[in-house]
């Protein structure tokens, strides 16, 4: 198993300070699209608002808090415990309510519930963080974790470094692994990224 895949390893980081990833807010072209999005022309409003939505290895939930101030069933799952201490602590300032669950992504479809029962699966700095032999199985846990016609979208960094974390996602690499369970209906260079993530592109892909 590599680094990456111990609870371990993260809680390390965020420990001695090194969760250099960490930007204090969604990532802009993220944001963006979240806050745009047609709920009805795309079925994400099942109950007549905004649906489920689970970020994966959320961090400090960030985008998962954006999901809950838009009015989603928001949920963040991740590995390491300090961040999740930071994000219930910025939801309470916020009135906000939504879900933090320290677990392991990979394992996510086997809770109880969670199969097929998301609408929305938002992706931020978490694919590029584990280790590429796992990109398959992370696209398997979003399509499980997904009720059919479900929406990913995702802030992919094509960060062009050898070696990782993060390790380098090309849009070739996206359509391959996502493609196996996604139609792929946007992917292209983003817009709004910060300086310091230059290559990031935005995926937007439904669960077939
Ligand atoms: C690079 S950080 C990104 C955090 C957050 N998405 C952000 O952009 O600020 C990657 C996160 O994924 C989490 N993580 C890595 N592998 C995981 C797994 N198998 N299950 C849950 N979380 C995981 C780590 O603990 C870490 O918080």
Redesign the pocket.
């Known amino acids: 198993m590599a680094d ?2 111990h ?1 371990d ?3 390390g ?2 420990a001695d300070g090194r ?1 250099r ?3 204090g807010t969604a ?1 802009p072209p993220l944001a963006e699209r979240l806050r745009t999005l047609d709920l009805t022309s795309l079925s994400l409003a099942p109950l007549g608002g905004p649906g489920r939505a689970i ?9 998962v808090l954006l999901l809950a101030e838009l009015g989603w069933d928001a949920v963040g ?4 415990e300090a ?1 999740l201490l930071d994000a219930r602590a910025a939801a309470a300032q916020r009135g906000l309510a939504p879900s933090f669950v320290q ?6 479809a086997d809770r109880p519930g969670w199969r097929g029962s998301f609408d929305l699966v938002v992706e ?3 694919y ?3 280790d590429p032999s ?1 990109r398959r199985d992370y696209v398997d846990t979003a399509a499980d974790v997904l009720r059919p016609g479900g929406r990913l979208i995702g802030l992919l960094w094509q960060c062009g470094a050898e070696g990782g ?2 390790w380098d996602t090309t849009p070739d690499d996206a359509r391959r692994n996502f493609g196996r369970w996604f139609t792929i209906e946007r992917l292209e260079p983003a817009v709004g990224s910060l300086e310091r993530r230059g290559g990031e592109w935005l995926l937007e892909a439904v669960r077939r």
């Open positions: 990456t895949d609870r390893f993260w809680e980081l965020y969760d990833w960490e930007l990532a970020v994966p290895g959320c961090g400090r939930g960030h985008e799952i991740d590995f390491a961040p677990g392991d992504w990979f394992a996510a931020h700095t978490c590029c963080a584990i796992r974390p993060p």
